[in-house]
């Protein structure tokens, strides 16, 4: 089966959707199958940013990644890029003739995706990774005819399509209130489980060292914008070092936001114990996850959230918001929700975590299971098989 993938957004973007299309593209190819990626091509600039080499990726010789050239836009990453939609592009994708084509978002690429697919009459399916009314919050106009015409076009984007999913049910809600009516279902995006998984006292101990960090740590990954709200975890931390002299946040990630939560920090007089560490390549990445005693989130626009799937996969707790995708997610097993922008509750969240360890590896056991679910070998077999129905459809 040859299946054709469309993003704007791809590597070398920071991003939970870049992140998920490489990793069902390799568990797919070692299933037998054939991948071709259309995705955005961005500037040396973009790849400098996320601190690697500006060459493609080399994903195996079953998947191929082709690149169209798009518009730079400003995007919380500092990386943004999306592809003008010319209608014609089906002509290259009609030399690979793919069975089934699967556009990940609906604008740019996406558009250009169900454009193929009606040329080529090949069956369209789609995933909805965007809460797109939380972003319209940040951008430069605020109207409500805005936001109902923009809900109303991801509606009418993804009816064309014969299977859709997002990774979380929250979405769907809102979808069908603006028109949506196709057969979908909740699946999670694949959670990369080789390189995230618990440390033992000792390694966590060598790792601490490595990277300068307390002997309790509160960790965020992940993009720096605005609707991640990382200054009301700073807020929190701050509060927490009445009862946790010692406490550390740790950061990594880069974003439009981070000037200001660095200015935030000081001002709070935690400066040296807020630790932003960029943009760090996977082995350190995954590195710092085992250095840190339990992972926050205070965004509001999570559908997922790879970076939390992580931190449960390393058996850290997790205190997120409630909002979107994160009490899907997190629960009485594995962590604390909290209502969004109350630092003071997440603070006495986090002293709680400091005070009883026992009651921590609980809950860090509890996301060791619920994210067992997610590996990319089982949401590979999944999409296969979707892929199979929907081509048999047809």
Known sequence: MRIAMFSDNFYPEMSGISDSIIESARELASLGHFVDIYAAKYSPKEFAIFKVPAIELDLGKNIQVYRFFAFSYPAPTNQGRMVVP?????????????????????????????????????????????????????????????????????????????????????????????????????????????????????????????????DFTVLYTGRLGVEKHVDVIIRAVAAAAKKIPNINFAITGHGAAEKDLKKLASELGIGDQVKFFGTLPTPEHARIYRAVEMFAIASTAEMQSLSLMKAFATGLPAIGVNAWALPEYINEQNGFIVEPGDFATMAEKIVYLYNNPAAAQALGQGGLKMVANFSPSQIAAEWAKIYEETIKQK
């Open 86 to 214: 010319t209608f014609l592009r089906w002509l290259k994708v009609k030399k690979n003739r793919p069975d089934v084509i699967h556009v990940h978002d609906c604008f740019g690429l996406g558009v250009e995706g169900m454009a193929t697919a009606r040329f080529l009459k090949i069956p369209l399916v789609g995933t909805n990774h965007t809460p797109i009314t939380e972003f319209l919050k940040y951008g430069p106009v605020q109207n409500k005819l805005i936001d109902k015409l923009a809900l109303n076009y991801v509606s009418w984007f993804y009816n064309r399509c014969k299977f859709v999913s997002a990774p979380c049910a929250a979405i769907f809600t809102e979808m069908e209130k603006n028109g949506f009516k196709k057969t979908r279902r909740v699946i999670s995006n694949p959670v990369d489980l080789k390189n995230f998984f618990p440390a033992s006292a000792e390694e966590k101990a060598i790792i601490k060292k490595e990277f300068g960090l307390s």
